[in-house]
């Protein structure tokens, strides 16, 4: 099958995904609650993750992996729109991504929502209720998606026995620190162009990691999320959308993204060509 028509089997894929759903301005989106499903499923062990690479720290003995399965006490699926955890909430788990993607919100005083965070499989979320044993923010699922649930203290147990477990819980607290600080170095010393182009390069770079197209994939977020995650007017989100698309730096067709001039994307958002 040529590139081309891989793209146009792509974007049918999503072509259900409306680019227009709205954001609720004044409250955070309401969902039932997640499905619990047991862990005893064979699919649902560490050592058989196609995610484990990313989630567990390399050379983890085998009989580490077996004590971590003991302790995830379910997965947890969670279908798209739906929470799994608000701000309130009191703070039990680490939730590990095995499959979908989520984003993270806080809400502002003037009711208005703001994303702070986009998660993909591989990636831990929860850790923001460390601090004061409750959530500070809302994880809403973008696509049906599925987590194991690590129980914290008993985690936190696990990783005194386990150093090397420890140093990557560190890893992923030390993960969440950094991207706050590149979101804050984002919002505030890059121009709209640079944001969009650099917000587009991530994706790329952790789809690479996953094992899947870093040219072509699916945005799982609406215009007007990667908006509120940029810090950026709606208007000009779709505007530059279309601008990247004239000049041909990528190819776009409903939610569905196909990067065609990394090069250039590259020198625009100042990572070199």
Do not use: W
């Not at 050379?59 to 003991?70: I, K, N, S, T, Y």
């Not at 945005?219 to 999320?225: F, S, Y």
């Amino acid at each position: 099958m040529s590139s081309s028509a891989r793209f146009a089997s792509l974007a049918r894929t999503v072509v259900d995904h409306r680019m227009s759903t709205p954001v609720n301005r004044q409250a955070l989106p309401t969902s039932a609650p997640a499905t619990v499903i047991s862990i005893h499923e064979p699919s649902a062990h560490c050592a058989s993750c196609s995610m484990r690479e990313l989630c567990l720290p390399v050379g983890l003995e085998p009989d580490a992996v077996r004590q971590l399965d003991q302790i995830i006490s379910s997965r947890t699926r969670v279908r798209k729109r739906e929470s799994l955890y608000r701000p309130g909430d009191l703070f039990r788990a680490v939730y590990a991504i095995r499959l979908g993607t989520f984003k993270t919100t806080l809400l502002a005083e003037d009711g208005r929502e703001q994303i702070t965070g986009y998660h993909m499989a591989g990636e831990v979320v929860g850790l923001d209720g460390i601090s004061n044993d409750r959530h500070a923010c809302q994880a809403v699922a973008l696509e049906d998606s599925e987590v194991c649930v690590l129980p914290f203290n008993q985690l936190d147990a696990l990783t005194h026995k386990i150093p090397l477990l420890r140093r990557n819980l560190y890893r992923f607290l030390a993960k969440d620190v950094c991207r706050d600080q590149d979101m804050m170095l984002l919002l505030g010393s890059r121009c709209a162009e640079e944001r969009l182009a650099l917000f587009l390069l991530d994706l790329a770079d952790r789809q690479e990691r996953r094992g899947y197209s870093s040219s072509e994939f699916v945005l799982r977020m609406t215009r007007e999320e990667i908006a509120s995650y940029l810090g950026l007017k709606l208007e000009t989100v779709s505007r530059l959308f279309s601008h990247f698309q004239e000049i041909g730096l990528l190819q776009v067709q409903g939610r569905a993204v196909k990067l065609l001039d990394l090069a250039t994307l590259k020198k625009l958002a100042g990572r070199g060509g």
